[in-house]
Every structure is written in C-alpha cells, then in structure tokens.
T-cell receptor
Framework: DAGVIQSPRHEVTEMGQEVTLRCKPI?????LFWYRQTMMRGLELLIY????????DSGMPEDRFSAKMPNASFSTLKIQPSEPRDSAVYFC??????????????FGPGTRLTVL | AQSVTQLGSHVSVSEGALVLLRCNYS??????LFWYVQYPNQGLQLLLK????ATLVKGINGFEAEFKKSETSFHLTKPSAHMSDAAEYFC???????????WGAGTKLIIKP
C-alpha cells in the first residue's frame, strides 16, 4: 500500500483565499484524522471520521474550517477565508481501528501551508 | 482527564550514548500508550505501543519503553544512539473507549557526533 497520501505538499496563498487540502487514507481503514502542527501549539486534532461520518469536530478552530469525507478513499479540509495564523503543517492520518486492536494511526507526509 | 507530559523539549546525547526520553501520563483507567517518531519534514510514524500485555515493549530501530504503573511513566530508551535517530519523539495515550490520542508536546532528540 502507498500509505496515506496528501496533496499538495506545500501551499502558499494570500490572506482571504480559499485553501483545500486533500487526503487519501490507506485502503480499508475506517478512521480518518486531520491534525494541525505548529511550533506554538504542537500537534492538535482538528476532526476525525469513522466510516466517512464526522465523529468529533471539537478541535476545528472556527467556522472558517470545514472537513468532508464524501467516500472511504477521499477527504478534504477547507479553510475559507484563510488567515496568516492558519499557517501550519496539516497532517492526515488513518487507522483501521479495532482491526489492529488499538488506536494505531498512520500519518501522511503533511501539507505545509503558508498564508501571507 | 487524561494528559501526557514529556520532560524536556530538547534532549541532546552523543552518538553511542544511552537515549532516555521521559513520558508521564495521567489516566483514570488503564491506558494504552504510544511512542511516535517524526523525522524532519515527514509525518509521524508509530515506534511502539503498550497494550497491557508485557510491561517492556520493544519497538523499531532498537527502541524500547517500559510501562511503570506505580510511577505513571512510559519512558523511551535506546542503549546506543545513532545519528539517524535525530528526530522529534511524541508520547501519546488513549483510552479503550475512543480513538482520540492525547499527545505530549514532543521531545526533539539531538545527536552529537
């Protein structure tokens, strides 16, 4: 398996623009997680899905952030409008859940977002 | 509430020396414990996990961690550091009832030649 795939790897945009980050989880994994990593706040869970259904979005910072999972092999994280404080590395991770017995998560390489 | 504390945001050791990265947790129920590693410009990768079987857990790349309930600790060790071990290491805890990992702040391991 190719692992978790994220695109783009790098995104530079201007304040106010819409940004869409994409993730393809490992085939067969039932859980998908979106994280944000910054120097100041470390690793933060934004939202996670089980079988394409959002389970917990309490980590989504504000209404400017939205996430969807239209099918088992694709998810998006959208920021509209973007702000400089959104600059971070965004990770997608997937997990097979109980199949591996525990919360073992497989991370993608991340998208480094810079908002100017 | 569950929490994870990693002592030391940066740890520096010489190549060939013992690596010790500290992790303490608080949990109201027996936890599941994890160590993840993040190499520069990469995503996190599972290093090892504690699942209440053996208290000494062996992971990849020669790392191991010991679960000590009396000390609420899950420290990560490696007998001899290698330059390729330079990375950031994250300790995490989860409960059985959900799939949210509670993450520590991370410890950056620096290897001196």
């Amino acid at each position: 398996d190719a692992g978790v795939i994220q695109s783009p790897r790098h995104e530079v945009t201007e304040m106010g623009q819409e940004v869409t980050l994409r993730c393809k989880p490992i085939s067969g994994h039932d859980y998908l997680f979106w994280y944000r990593q910054t120097m100041m706040r470390g690793l933060e869970l934004l939202i996670y899905f089980n079988n394409n259904v959002p389970i917990d979005d309490s980590g989504m910072p504000e209404d400017r952030f939205s996430a969807k999972m239209p099918n088992a092999s694709f998810s998006t994280l959208k920021i509209q409008p973007s702000e400089p404080r959104d600059s971070a590395v965004y990770f997608c991770a997937s997990s097979s859940g109980l199949a591996e017995g525990l919360d073992t998560q497989y991370f993608g390489p991340g998208t480094r977002l810079t908002v100017l | 509430a569950q929490s994870v504390t990693q002592l030391g945001s940066h740890v520096s050791v010489s190549e060939g020396a013992l690596v010790l990265l500290r992790c303490n947790y608080s949990s109201s129920v027996p936890p599941y414990l994890f160590w993840y590693v993040q190499y520069p410009n990469q995503g996190l990768q599972l290093l090892l996990k504690y699942t209440s079987a053996a208290t000494l857990v062996k992971g990849i790349n020669g790392f191991e961690a010991e679960f000590k309930k009396s000390e609420t600790s899950f420290h990560l060790t490696k007998p001899s550091a290698h330059m390729s071990d330079a990375a950031e290491y994250f300790c995490a805890v989860s409960l059985d009832s959900n799939y949210q990992l509670i993450w520590g702040a991370g410890t950056k391991l620096i290897i001196k030649p």
